[in-house]
């Protein structure tokens, strides 16, 4: 069974940083789309960044200059690097292979004011 493993959420103050790591198969890291999504409590799940194959990235509006998608296609790993953190970040982060069956089980970030 394919499996995606994000790491690295936790409680952090408001404008501090962390880094998010989601490691999977090579044959998906490395192959598909891949996105971060956040959940937050009462809120539908959207999409806050995504990266091609080839290295091109996009971001929702409110996270563009604050956070970094990025990928390490020799670790068979996807990052999200989330700097200048706010309250309203604070969610349950996914990985995804988009287009896929294939989710992580999330890692949740919680941002205190």
């Known amino acids: 069974q394919v499996q995606l493993v994000e790491s690295g959420g936790g409680l952090v103050q408001a404008g501090g940083s962390l880094r998010l790591s989601c490691a999977g198969p090579?044959?998906?890291?490395?192959?598909?789309?891949m996105g971060w999504y956040r959940q937050a409590p009462g809120k539908q799940r959207e999409l806050v960044a995504s990266?091609?194959?080839?290295?091109?990235?996009a971001y929702l509006n409110s996270v563009k200059g604050r956070f970094t998608i990025s990928r390490d296609n020799a670790k068979s790993t996807l990052y999200l690097q989330m700097n200048s953190l706010k309250p309203e970040d604070t969610a349950v982060y996914y990985c995804?292979?988009?287009?896929?069956?294939?989710w992580g089980q999330g890692t949740r970030v919680t941002v205190s004011s």
């Open positions: 090579g044959s998906i890291v490395g192959s598909y789309v």
């Open positions: 995804y292979a988009i287009g896929s069956k294939y």
């Open positions: 990266i091609s194959s080839g290295g091109s990235t």
